[in-house]
């Protein structure tokens, strides 16, 4: 199981971190990563796969003034 947000999943494993934001609908360039206590750069989203007993934060950007 992998955490995200607090909250167990399985269907994530596996994946790349690029496609499991772009299918729970996250703009990349809209959000953070941290993958494990370590920021994940937007550059290496592609390569970087969702493993058993990851834990990973997903911070959104909000826009506004």
Known sequence: M???NGELLDQA??????????EC???REMVAVER????V???EYD?????????????SFVGGG
């Open 47 to 59: 390569d970087t796969v969702l493993w058993d007993n990851d834990e990973v934060e997903i911070v």
């Open 13 to 22: 494993e596996g994946k790349s971190l690029s496609a499991y934001l772009s």
């Open 2 to 4: 992998i955490k995200i």
């Open 41 to 43: 750069p937007k550059s």
């Open 25 to 27: 609908g996250y703009k």
């Open 36 to 39: 494990n206590g370590k920021i």
